[in-house]
């Protein structure tokens, strides 16, 4: 069973500070790797995407993967208390099918 | 900007009877998807179209459930016969090549 593991939470980190939440894979097939974000309520919402070792930055994000650790995180720089929501790592397993983590709850505290 | 589309937004149905939750993927997509959501729990992958059939389906996709393309832009997803355990939030997503898109979903509670 391929498995996609992430820390519940919830992660309360203070307005401004950097949030770091992590996601590994069991996979170790697995080529691509997806964040999102998902508010109470709401449909998961992509924050970007990362296929290579290293880091990607996009604006206040960076997402950052391993892939011989099997290891993939995001890090929100400048956390706004609108960013508190459930965050959700997903990775593609073979052509069509994405395996998602139960999520972490990030609170920002203002 | 393009978005997938769902209806209804909400559906009450009794047990045993059957649901069509509806989906208009983004136009230029190729790959269409349907997820569960289970209240307080992880997104689950339902099923997987492509090329006007099937992928891949998960060991939830039963005999239950079954998906059509029945026109060049609607996405359906059919539970025959409702159990009390199908009550979740229904997701659609698209995408052309690696990045889903979500739609809103369909909360199903079933009585």
């Known amino acids: 069973q391929k498995e996609v593991e992430q820390n519940s939470g919830p992660l309360s980190v203070p307005e401004g500070a950097i949030a770091s939440l992590n996601c590994t894979y069991s996979?170790?097939?697995?080529?691509?790797f997806f964040w999102y974000r998902q508010y109470s309520g709401k449909s998961p919402e992509l924050i970007m995407f990362?296929?290579?070792?290293g880091d990607k930055e996009d604006g206040r994000f960076t997402a950052q993967l391993n892939k011989a650790s099997q290891y993939v995180s995001l890090l929100i720089r400048d956390s706004q208390p609108s960013d508190s929501a459930t965050y959700l790592c997903?990775?593609?397993?073979?052509?069509?099918?994405?395996?998602f983590g139960t999520g972490t709850r990030l609170k920002v505290l203002a | 900007e393009p978005e997938v589309t769902q209806t209804p937004s909400h559906q009450v149905t009794q047990m045993g009877q059957e649901v069509i939750l509806r989906c208009v993927p983004i136009?230029?997509?190729?790959?269409f998807y349907w997820y569960r959501q289970i209240l307080g729990q992880k997104v689950e992958f339902l099923v997987s179209?492509?090329?006007?059939?099937?992928?891949?389906k998960s060991e939830i996709f039963d005999d239950q459930f079954s998906v059509e393309r029945p026109d060049g832009s609607n996405f359906t997803l059919k539970i025959r016969s409702t159990k009390l355990e199908d009550s979740a939030m229904y997701f659609c997503?698209?995408?052309?090549?690696?990045?889903?898109?979500f739609g809103p979903g369909t909360r199903l509670l079933v009585l």
């Open positions: 179209f492509y090329n006007n059939e099937i992928s891949e």
């Open positions: 997903a990775v593609k397993s073979g052509t069509y099918k994405y395996i």
């Open positions: 990362i296929y290579s070792n």
């Open positions: 996979d170790r097939g697995s080529q691509s």
């Open positions: 136009s230029n997509h190729l790959y």
């Open positions: 997503a698209s995408s052309n090549q690696e990045t889903q898109y």
